[in-house]
């Protein structure tokens, strides 16, 4: 019996690693620079990561810090260039 609870556990722990690092990130983001007015929205992936919601939003932060009127979101999945990959 223990060995059966030993193994689904093992089980569990595995299929929830292998969920969290097939999960996809993307950044959303415009770079207000006087040589991109009106630029269209950038992408940024943040893919193959344990935990790849943490570095997106950091790098956002650290973008809208950086870039004085810049925009960045945190949204789910792979940037629309990179689904062909």
Not at 36 to 54: M, P, Q, T
Not at 61 to 77: F, I, L, Y
Request: hydrophobic share 35%.
């Amino acid at each position: 019996m223990r060995k059966l609870i030993a193994t689904a556990a093992f089980v569990a722990m595995v299929a929830g690693i292998a969920f969290a690092a097939d999960h996809a990130r993307h950044a959303t983001y415009t770079d207000p620079s006087a040589a991109n007015k009106g630029a269209v929205a950038l992408c940024k992936g943040f893919y193959g990561e344990d935990d790849n919601r943490s570095p997106c939003q950091d790098w956002c932060e650290q973008w809208r810090q950086s870039h004085e009127g810049a925009t960045c979101e945190c949204a789910e999945g792979k940037c629309d260039a990179d689904e062909t990959h």
